[in-house]
């Protein structure tokens, strides 16, 4: 007969949850060293998705006052606004793109 202090089952052991955009340490990875690789590049990663999500915000909002000028008449100031929505839009766009390019080609470079 088993003892009523212990289960049958063992406890597994706990593990440390992390937060998103949380750095590993060593400790977290049980003592193991980490690929300082593999952080720089998730942190390029969520550099690259915030740039893409500002550029194609950016268009959205280029698209919208051409359509708002289109309907009630453009102004200066709406304009303005189109022609610094689109560079802006794409200063911040095409190198997140590039970017983004090159870490999914590193990663499938990496999985071979």
Known sequence: MADAGSSAHPKPPERRVRRP???RTADSVGGEPF???LVRRARLK???SIGQ???YGLYGASLVCGAVGIRWGYTPLLSTLIA???VVG???LAPSIVM???IKAAEREERR
């Open 35 to 37: 690929d300082d690789v």
């Open 53 to 55: 999500r500002t550029g």
């Open 90 to 92: 794409s200063m911040l």
């Open 46 to 48: 969520r550099i690259t």
């Open 100 to 102: 983004s390019h090159g």
């Open 21 to 23: 955009g949380e750095l």
């Open 84 to 86: 610094v929505a689109l």
